[in-house]
């Protein structure tokens, strides 16, 4: 028998290892290593370990946050994934509202998390809609041109 934390080991290395699109498909990985779980563990786990979804050459696969890996996205990065994934953005005062297709917002709030974006003070992610507050300089209409540039939009 194999503990959770054995199990969330070896899904970190599968992830680094393999490019996973479906929990359906790590489930069938971890049954080659005699590992039987249902998708609803597997999703638990994904979940602890701080997996997203990322778009990879046109794909979207899990991917795991590294450990030593420095905290700041790289500008280019940053942009692919907003032009990746926001649709819309809009501001009020200093929050501004970023709209994605349904189940991604939190893809770009943790790319904006892990970022160096000027004013930005955090995120709040929703299905398809996340807020970033702005502090009060520059405030919520520079942050907002920020993101329309970043999303060419």
């Not at 701080?50 to 280019?76: C, D, F, L, Q, S």
């Not at 940053?78 to 005062?93: H, I, M, N, P």
């Not at 299905?127 to 300089?137: H, R, S, Y």
């Amino acid at each position: 028998m194999t503990t959770k934390a054995q199990r969330q080991h070896l899904i970190r290395e599968m992830l680094a290892s393999h490019e996973i699109g479906s929990q359906a498909q790590l489930v069938a990985l971890l049954g080659e290593h005699a590992i039987e779980v249902t998708q609803a563990t597997v999703s638990r786990d994904l979940d602890e370990l701080g997996v997203a979804k990322m778009r990879t050459a046109g794909r979207t696969v899990y991917a795991v946050p590294e450990v030593g890996v420095p905290e700041t996205m790289p500008t280019n990065t940053l942009r692919r994934v907003f032009g990746d994934w926001v649709l819309e953005v809009q501001s009020s005062q200093n929050i501004v509202v970023l709209r994605t297709p349904p189940g991604s917002a939190h893809v770009v709030a943790a790319a904006i998390d892990r970022s160096s974006l000027d004013g930005v003070i955090g995120t709040v992610a929703g299905d398809d809609t996340l807020l970033v507050v702005a502090a009060a300089e520059p405030g919520g209409n520079a942050v907002a041109g920020l993101c329309r540039e970043l999303a060419d939009l």
